[in-house]
């Protein structure tokens, strides 16, 4: 939802006929959000999209989440830290995500794919928003070929038709997921009236990479799968379809996946340290990602370029680190997902607040979310845990 795109054949006029060079009537699929009053993208398709052979549970999907939770819960309430580079690597983008955290808005899940998805999915419980932290690939749907390089963010709206496409030259992929439950959208103070992105925002229309298509054509059968797999309440369906879905001879609207490189991330510097919000990047109910890009520091004589250490009392924070030297943080590499939970104070490890003072410059890449609500781990993430994190702030000699 960036701005409106427009490809391939359609009529002059929404839902009215459209016809290939034979005669044969094209189908319309309006693709709305929020009822009919959001977002929405129409799609011109050679068949009728409701086209099932059956329809059945499926067997194949990522773990649920509701029976993942640790039964720890969220006490004792600590700083964590969880390893991704323990995450098991290999399988299909759909099925191999595995669940770290959630609460009611979001869900948080990190995969290291290897295959191209042997069917198309459909997530029908919120946007995805991925974060690319290694590897590359094409996103097939039903707009067009999307081009996915390493350090990209990709958005997948709800309930979109796709599947990924590795690109077995750059091995299996590392990449992190926030599923939005509410959508996940760019935050509304860089829009302007009439919804062009603002000139102090962060980025502009051009940074985005849009899909290219339509991937059909009215002359040849479109090639792929004939298996759907839905995801709805964190259950799994699975339709076969009478065709390969990917179909579509021309779109128009605002729905649509995308990428955008998180070094085209514009960051903003003060004369004094700025709070993590100036980070802002997409945004969703619940919750705010930051990005954190390569920037001059604070200009005072005097700043304290380190973060100061806070009290943010009433969000979570989870911060992916991805390359270069993270100014507040000291033995955590590429790779490690650090958690610091409302209720108790987090901030710099010791040393590296006063080590700060004097830097101009910091080379640190990473994506952080804050969300509102407690996110609560998972099963799996405390099998990556790092049970040392919380005493790497001790001053004195353990006991
Ligand atoms: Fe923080």
């Known amino acids: ?95 191999c995500r595995v669940p770290l955290l959630f609460n009611k808005d979001l869900a948080v899940y990190f995969a290291c794919p290897s295959q191209t998805d042997d069917v198309y999915f459909a997530n029908g419980d919120g946007d995805e928003l991925w974060f690319v932290e290694k590897g590359s690939a094409r996103l097939e749907s039903s707009c067009g070929w999307l081009a996915v390089e390493a350090g990209d963010y990709v958005g997948i709206p709800k309930s979109m038709v796709h599947r990924w496409h590795i690109d077995p030259a750059s091995g299996p992929m590392r990449m992190l997921c926030f599923e939005g439950h509410g959508g996940v959208s760019i935050p509304k103070e860089f829009r302007n009236p009439v919804g062009q992105l603002v000139m102090d925002a962060p980025y502009t229309h051009r940074d985005f990479v849009r899909p290219i298509g339509p991937i059909a054509t009215l002359d040849t059968e479109p090639v792929g799968p004939n298996e759907l797999v839905v995801k709805k309440g964190g259950a799994f369906t699975r339709l076969r379809l009478e065709r390969c879905p990917m179909d579509v001879v021309g779109w128009e609207g605002f729905v649509y996946p995308w990428a955008f490189a998180i070094e085209k991330y514009q960051p903003k510097t003060g004369l004094i340290h700025l709070p993590p919000t100036i980070h802002g990047t997409f945004a969703g109910p619940g919750f705010l990602v930051c990005s954190f890009v390569p920037r001059v520091t604070d200009t005072h004589p005097h700043a304290i370029p380190c973060p100061y250490p806070h009290s943010s009392v009433d969000c979570d924070e989870l911060i992916l680190y991805v390359k270069g030297n993270f100014t507040s943080r000291r033995g955590v590499g590429p790779g490690a997902i650090s958690l610091h939970p409302a209720g108790v104070a987090h901030g710099p490890h010791p040393g590296a607040y006063e080590g700060s003072i004097g830097s101009t410059r910091t080379d640190e890449i990473a994506v952080m979310i804050d969300t509102f609500a407690p996110l609560l781990p998972t099963t799996y993430a405390v099998s990556v845990e790092d049970p040392g994190y919380q005493d790497s702030w001790r001053t004195a000699p353990l006991s």
């Open 1 to 95: 939802m960036i701005d409106r795109m427009s490809c391939g054949m359609m009529p002059a006029k929404p839902h009215t006929v459209l016809r290939d060079a034979d005669g044969n009537l094209l189908h319309e699929e309006m693709f709305t959000r929020s009822g009919f009053s959001g977002a929405f993208s129409y799609f011109y398709h050679r068949y009728p999209t409701t086209a099932a052979i059956d329809v059945s549970v499926s067997k194949r999907g990522h773990a649920v989440a509701q029976s993942s939770f640790a039964p720890e819960g969220l006490a004792p309430l600590k700083r964590r830290l969880y390893d991704s580079r323990k995450v098991h690597v290999g399988g299909m983008p759909f099925e």
